[in-house]
């Protein structure tokens, strides 16, 4: 087995081996850009690490990588840590899939007492030696022995106050000298063992401090939040080092094909002079925008755009980059598909597809359906926000508008918005321990850093809005407060973000709903092109047919008439219907409820405009209208003309023990058809006045042909009656008797749609209701992947939909079926309905085009 690739042995295929940032080094030599030499040992020695019970790296390991060295060594004509002029490499790690930040980096590696001077002989330069010196030490002591940053800042921080300076770059060469002293007896001191001497040892070490990196807590949690759960491990790229750090014609960078934040096609980056790895990324020293380097060094910045273009037609799709100029040389360091905003995966998919870099499918396939979700969230109202106060301007790091109360603390975020508050979190700047808090918060804002900083990458991939590098703003960490323009704001006082602009508001500024247009709107045209599900809507009223039309609903796939009944001028009525003692005064009060159904019915056929509309009969327990609390009964009774007692007579009597089992559905119309009769004629006189309607009218909870048939009847006993035409009766299949019986429905109904809420209830045998306190835990477990009742359980649940469908079909081959509930805007469960072949999804109107996408990725 072969545990080590050299950079020009790897390619882009070999990701999951290679990690991505291994694997794009290797097409980057490939491509004859300027890398410096290194190899890669891969996810598999990562996963023999851990698999084996020593917990060490094997032999034959350490061995396969030591000629790798052997050779770099021979390439680059230096030896590793040698006295007179030695080889520093970085130690870098990294999965198939990227985790910015999550784990671990040791750069500097090789230097020791000796090897300092000898790069000192080679320089010239004793401050550039110590000072990568003191950075490898540091680094080192954190991330392989470690010991808590915070110790060594401490010394740092000693020494500029001592010296009365603010930047790392106004230390000289003795300050670092002294400096790595420090830092070698911290190290000592906190471990009880010395800093390793021997570069062998260094770098043993490191490449299990990577491997150890795959499991730390906020790599585990970063895996957790982005669905991550297969990947193997990491792998550990050692690489000759380049310095950015020797001076002033040295440096280093980020930089994107495109911008990340809106998509739009400019280059797009910052970078920092005499500065080596994070620091353009820590916030420390602000860095300059990469156009300042067009101008301060030409023919490296038009260079540095030729790999940038290189690399995105090769890879044909936006890059995010990371450089070093050594004394005026460019060396390219990094790189791998940017993150991106859901904005700006819009822009760019369909950008690229006008350019021809890519075509329409592969445009379509670029865009995550859950991803939309953020483009399909609240944005300030924008005459709200000209009477709103601003408190400041940052950078616009990730749009979307945030409104919540100001904590300075991630742990503090994490238990208020556990509480059910609405936090924005405000910080300095952002590490990765603060993961936890800006998962929480609404929006984030920091006062340090830039457009690459930590908080604004994580930002955009989380797609939550965030200013970032506010320095209007100060925070006082001690009394917790946020001055910005002479105001100062306490904990827990409200603020407003706008991530696409980078303000910051007093307060609480209204939001307004978003829209389907520009590149969003183009992109859902290229989808419908592929996708053969309709997409209706769930929607109970006509503003949300209305809202849901405008992302796309091609109808309404479920209405479901109980929600009418809870309005307060119909509620009586409704009571009155469940008190009634006989069948008579069923009728008079059902009567009096026909007007209010018809109106309902005839807007929303207004509103649908041609469009089918899928609408349920009567489906909860009766006692769901009935009140709950003794003042509320007392008066209820009194509304509707029974005693006090009666009516608990009544709420008793109705009690259930299991009411999602109970009597509901179609068993409320087999025992009181009088309210399907009421139902369906509303249903049939509002058609009657709108021209062109079309109802379809859906019997639920079945599970027995029987009760079907019985209903069926009623109801086309009151079409005649009315005098209705163009109609479809089907039913909802939700009872897995329904699914195992759809040969013998199938016949007689016009559709089916699979109420997959009800049906993961009872085909797993969880309860929608109290099931979360342990299904979590299954969650967690793996027991199910997926929450099921979030994302269809497709191999029980889904297996009883196929056997449904295929049932059904022999005997109907017309019958059109559906999907409708939370699983309708699921992207992994739309696209398996396309794959059993079904007609259509619905979904809440908000998740119309999320459905569409799904669709269409389904499809292809
Ligand atoms: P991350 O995955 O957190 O981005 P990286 O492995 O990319 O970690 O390394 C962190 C920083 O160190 C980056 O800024 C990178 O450019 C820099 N770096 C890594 N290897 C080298 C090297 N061989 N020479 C110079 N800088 C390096
Ligand atoms: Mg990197
Ligand atoms: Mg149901």
């Known amino acids: 087995n072969k545990f080590v690739y050299s950079f020009e042995e790897g390619s882009a295929d070999l990701k999951e081996l290679l990690g991505g940032k291994g694997a794009n080094l290797a097409v980057m030599t490939r491509l004859g850009i300027p890398v410096p030499p290194g190899f890669i040992i891969t996810t598999e020695a990562?996963?023999?690490?851990?698999?084996?019970?020593?917990?060490?790296?094997?032999?034959?390991?350490?061995?396969?990588?030591?000629?790798?060295?052997?050779?770099?060594?021979?390439?680059?004509?230096?030896?590793?840590?040698?006295?007179?002029?030695?080889?520093?490499?970085?130690?870098?790690?990294g999965g198939a899939i990227s985790m910015p930040g999550m784990m671990d980096t040791i750069l500097n590696l090789g230097l020791n007492s000796t090897s300092v001077l000898g790069l000192i002989a080679q320089t010239s330069n004793p401050r550039f030696a110590y000072d990568s010196y003191r950075r490898f030490v540091m680094m080192f002591g954190e991330v392989v022995m470690g010991v808590p940053s915070h110790l060594f800042e401490a010394a740092l921080e000693r020494i500029k106050n001592e010296k009365n300076v603010t930047l790392d770059t106004e230390l000289n060469a003795e300050d670092f000298k002294k400096l790595v002293g420090e830092f070698e007896e911290i190290i000592q001191k906190h471990t009880n063992q010395p800093f390793p001497q021997s570069p062998m040892v260094q770098l043993e070490m490191s490449i299990e401090a990577i491997f150890k990196s795959w499991n730390n807590s906020r790599a585990i949690l970063y895996r957790e939040l982005n669905?991550?759960?297969?990947?193997?491990?990491?792998?550990?790229?050692?690489?000759?080092m380049v310095f950015g750090n020797k001076g002033e014609t040295s440096g280093t960078g980020v930089c994107f094909s495109r911008n990340p934040s809106t998509g739009e096609n400019v280059f797009y980056g910052e970078y920092l002079m005499n500065a080596q790895g994070e620091d353009v990324v820590a916030g420390t020293r602000t860095p300059l925008s990469i156009e300042a380097l067009g101008h301060q060094n030409k023919a490296l910045y038009e260079e540095l755009v030729g790999y940038k273009d290189k690399l995105e037609q090769h890879t044909t799709d936006m890059q995010d980059m990371?450089?070093?100029?050594?004394?005026?040389?460019?060396?390219?360091?990094?790189?791998?598909?940017?993150?991106?905003?859901?904005?700006?995966?819009?822009?760019?998919?369909?950008?690229?597809?006008?350019?021809?870099?890519?075509?329409?499918?592969?445009?379509?396939?670029?865009?995550?359906?859950?991803?939309?979700?953020?483009?399909?969230?609240?944005?300030?109202?924008?005459?709200?926000?000209?009477?709103?106060?601003?408190?400041?301007?940052?950078?616009?790091?990730?749009?979307?508008?945030?409104?919540?109360?100001?904590?300075?603390?991630?742990?503090?975020?994490?238990?208020?918005?556990?509480?059910?508050?609405?936090?924005?979190?405000?910080?300095?700047?952002?590490?990765?321990?603060?993961?936890?808090?800006?998962?929480?918060?609404?929006?984030?804002?920091?006062?340090?850093?830039?457009?690459?900083?930590?908080?604004?990458?994580?930002?955009?991939?989380?797609?939550?809005?965030?200013?970032?590098?506010?320095?209007?703003?100060?925070?006082?960490?001690?009394?917790?407060?946020?001055?910005?323009?002479?105001?100062?704001?306490?904990?827990?006082?409200?603020?407003?973000?706008?991530?696409?602009?980078?303000?910051?508001?007093?307060?609480?500024?209204?939001?307004?709903?978003?829209?389907?247009s520009g590149y969003f709107g183009e992109l859902m045209i290229m989808a419908d092109k592929f996708r053969t599900l309709l997409v209706k809507t769930n929607a109970d009223n006509p503003k949300d047919a209305l809202t849901a039309i405008k992302f796309g609903a091609q109808g309404i796939g479920l209405c479901r008439t109980e929600h009418m009944f809870f309005d307060a001028s119909r509620i009586q009525a409704v009571r009155e219907m469940i008190v009634a003692?006989?069948?008579?005064?069923?009728?008079?009060?059902?009567?009096?409820?026909?007007?209010?159904?018809?109106?309902?019915?005839?807007?929303?056929?207004?509103?649908?405009?041609?469009?089918?509309?899928?609408?349920?009969?009567?489906?909860?327990?009766?006692?769901?209208?009935?009140?709950?609390?003794?003042?509320?009964?007392?008066?209820?009774?009194?509304?509707?003309?029974?005693?006090?007692?009666?009516?608990?007579?009544?709420?008793?009597?109705?009690?259930?023990?299991?009411?999602?089992?109970?009597?509901?559905?179609?068993?409320?119309?087999?025992?009181?058809?009088?309210?399907?009769?009421?139902?369906?004629?509303?249903?049939?006189?509002?058609?009657?006045?709108?021209?062109?309607?079309?109802?379809?009218?859906?019997?639920?909870?079945?599970?027995?042909?029987?009760?079907y048939l019985f209903l069926k009847e009623v109801i086309e006993k009151v079409a005649v009656e009315v005098g209705a035409v163009a109609y479809k009766i089907g039913t909802m299949i939700e009872v897995p008797r329904a699914a195992l019986t759809a040969d013998e429905l199938a016949p007689h109904c016009d559709f089916f749609s699979f109420g997959t809420n009800d049906l993961t209830q009872m085909c797993c045998g969880f309860s929608r209701d109290d099931a979360d306190s342990f299904l979590k835990h299954y969650v967690g477990k793996g027991i199910y992947e997926k929450d099921p009742f979030q994302s269809l359980d497709q191999s029980g649940v889904g297996r009883l939909m196929e056997i449904c469908v295929a049932q059904a079909r022999a005997v109907n081959p017309a019958l059109h079926i559906g999907i409708c509930g939370e699983h309708g805007g699921d992207p992994a469960s739309v696209e398996f309905c396309h794959r059993l072949g079904l007609d259509e999804v619905s979904c809440s109107p908000y998740r119309v085009p999320i459905a569409r996408l799904a669709a269409a990725h389904g499809a292809i």
Not at 467 to 475: E, H
Not at 508 to 514: G, L, S
């Open 581 to 707: 003692k006989d069948t008579h005064s069923r009728v008079k009060a059902l009567d009096k409820l026909l007007p209010y159904q018809e109106k309902d019915f005839q807007e929303i056929f207004e509103a649908l405009e041609g469009k089918p509309a899928i609408i349920r009969l009567l489906d909860p327990p009766l006692h769901e209208f009935l009140p709950k609390d003794e003042a509320d009964i007392r008066e209820v009774a009194k509304e509707v003309g029974v005693t006090k007692e009666e009516l608990e007579q009544t709420i008793s009597s109705l009690h259930e023990f299991n009411p999602m089992l109970g009597f509901r559905g179609c068993r409320l119309g087999v025992v009181y058809p009088e309210i399907s009769q009421m139902q369906a004629r509303a249903i049939f006189q509002a058609a009657l006045k709108v021209p062109g309607c079309e109802p379809w009218i859906e019997i639920p909870l079945v599970g027995h042909l029987k009760e």
């Open 322 to 516: 990371e450089f070093t100029i050594e004394e005026g040389k460019l060396w390219m360091l990094q790189t791998r598909s940017g993150k991106r905003t859901a904005a700006a995966a819009v822009r760019i998919a369909v950008e690229m597809a006008k350019e021809g870099l890519i075509d329409e499918k592969q445009a379509v396939l670029r865009v995550d359906p859950a991803q939309l979700d953020q483009l399909l969230h609240k944005q300030l109202d924008p005459e709200a926000t000209k009477a709103a106060t601003v408190l400041g301007k940052g950078l616009p790091a990730s749009p979307g508008a945030a409104v919540g109360k100001i904590v300075f603390d991630a742990e503090e975020a994490h238990k208020r918005n556990e509480a059910g508050e609405k936090v924005i979190l405000v910080r300095v700047e952002t590490s990765p321990e603060d993961l936890i808090g800006m998962n929480a918060a609404q929006g984030v804002l920091t006062t340090r850093g830039g457009m690459t900083s930590h908080a604004a990458v994580v930002a955009r991939g989380m797609g939550k809005c965030c200013v970032a590098g506010c320095s209007d703003a100060l925070i006082n960490e001690e009394k917790k407060t946020l001055t910005m323009k002479g105001k100062t704001l306490n904990d827990g006082e409200y603020i407003t973000l706008d991530g696409s602009v980078g303000v910051v508001y007093e307060g609480r500024v209204a939001t307004i709903e978003p829209e389907l």
């Open 46 to 93: 990562c996963q023999a690490y851990y698999k084996g019970d020593t917990k060490a790296i094997s032999a034959s390991i350490v061995e396969e990588y030591t000629q790798h060295l052997d050779k770099l060594e021979a390439t680059m004509g230096k030896k590793l840590g040698d006295d007179q002029d030695p080889l520093l490499v970085s130690v870098r790690s």
């Open 227 to 240: 669905n991550l759960k297969s990947l193997s491990g990491t792998a550990a790229t050692v690489q000759a």
